[in-house]
């Protein structure tokens, strides 16, 4: 009879561990002495003791070998915020979540940490010191906050005690550090394009921000904390940098850090609002002869406009979370890791 290796607690699987986070997450578990298994559809590096499996995760068949004899699987997989695909994002986050769950089950993971959004609560209006005891948007504002809240859903109801998988979702909000490959290259596009001039509704908005390294202690935090006695079992956590920033203090921050100017002239939140879903509307109907992507969708200018900060008490209390990195250092390291983004470069 074929005996069943135990899995070592120090072997991990990453889904999604060629991205943004899923690589800061990998170096950061390798320093705290995992094995490490990472699945992704892509491979964008290469590092010691990191065995890659390429594959889509909604192919049962493809997640299986990468999770052989492993205990911990971080889920930190998804389509671009950007994507205007909702059918992509139907088919990975909530089709393929249900496979990644199946996955662990099979495979006998015992735990699966997910990477969620504090986005999920988020309806386009402010929210301010926002607890994880917010119900789910009910108007979602995209396609991809509306597929997230499912995929929360679907991990936190699959724990199981008696099945043996104990799961737990992490909020992050507005991560942002060195390799990012969304908030500062998009930011300097707008700027090099002209685009960020203006500052929208009164700049008083504040706003969560989150340095990458900070969510990976939160992931790492909730894994090591995650047993059946434990009462994170099931549960969101919001983890931020837990310094509410305002928003346009943050992009002038790194937009100077890089050597453009700040934006300074004030336009009313409901004008911009107004022209960016017109413009969105006008994207969606010329879509089969001409395309073209506006720099400020609606959800953009949603977030650029309100406030949104989250309470992070929560993970304080359970998982003994604070952040690693204040935010003042959060910016510094990285506008200096993006060289070839300063004005001139
Ligand atoms: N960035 C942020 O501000 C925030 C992010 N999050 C969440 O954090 C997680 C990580 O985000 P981030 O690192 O920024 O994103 P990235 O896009 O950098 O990383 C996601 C990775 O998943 C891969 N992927 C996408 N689809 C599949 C698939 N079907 N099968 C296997 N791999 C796939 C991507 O490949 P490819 O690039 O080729 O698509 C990419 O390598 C996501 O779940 C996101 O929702 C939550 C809050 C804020
Ligand atoms: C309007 C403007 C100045 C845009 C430039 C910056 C934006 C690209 C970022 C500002 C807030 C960011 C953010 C996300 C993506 C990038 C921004 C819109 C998320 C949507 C990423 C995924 C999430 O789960 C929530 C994030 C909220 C903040």
């Not at 001039?197 to 008083?204: A, L, V, Y």
């Not at 969105?280 to 977030?303: D, E, G, N, Q, Y």
């Not at 929560?314 to 060289?339: M, N």
Request: charge should be positive; hydrophobic fraction near 40%; aromatic fraction near 8%.
């Amino acid at each position: 009879m074929a005996t069943r290796v135990r899995p070592s607690n120090k072997r991990c699987a990453v889904i999604g561990g060629s991205g943004f986070l899923g690589r800061h997450l990998v170096e950061k578990l390798l320093d705290r002495g995992y094995s490490v298994s990472v699945f992704d559809i892509r491979q964008s590096y290469e590092l010691p003791g990191v065995a890659f499996h390429l594959g889509d995760l909604c192919d049962k068949q493809a997640l299986l070998p990468a999770m052989k004899d492993v205990s911990l699987v971080f889920h930190c997989a998804s389509p671009a915020p950007a994507s205007d695909d909702r059918g992509l994002f139907e088919r990975v986050n909530i089709q393929g979540t249900r496979i990644v769950i199946q996955a662990c089950i099979e495979a006998g993971v015992q735990k699966l940490v997910l990477t969620s959004s504090a986005s999920v609560v988020f309806e386009g209006t402010d929210i301010k010191n926002g607890r994880e005891d917010l119900p789910y948007a009910k108007k979602p504002i995209d396609y991809y906050t509306e597929t997230k809240i499912e995929q929360e859903k679907l991990v936190l109801e699959a724990c199981d005690k008696e099945k043996g998988l104990l799961t737990v979702a992490i909020r992050p909000h507005g991560i942002f550090g060195p390799r990012d490959p969304q908030l500062v290259p998009i930011l300097v596009d707008a700027a090099r394009r002209g685009k960020m001039k203006f500052i929208i509704g009164d700049g008083t908005n504040l706003v969560d921000f989150t340095f990458v390294e900070n969510v990976v202690h939160g992931h790492i935090l909730a894994a090591e904390r995650l047993r059946p006695d434990s009462p994170i079992c099931g549960k969101p956590y919001h983890i931020t940098n837990d310094e509410p920033v305002k928003f346009w203090d943050f992009m002038s921050d790194v937009l100077v850090g890089l050597g453009y100017a700040a934006p300074r002239y004030h336009l009313p939140y409901a004008l911009v609002y107004g022209l960016a879903l017109l413009l969105w509307l006008l994207a969606l109907i010329l879509r089969p002869l001409v395309s073209f992507k506006p720099t400020f969708t609606p959800m953009r200018v949603a977030l650029a406009g309100t406030h949104h900060y989250y309470n992070c008490e929560r993970a304080k209390q359970d998982l003994g979370y604070k952040p690693v990195v204040g935010l003042k250092d959060g910016i510094a390291r990285t506008v200096q890791s993006y060289p070839h983004l300063r004005q001139g470069a």
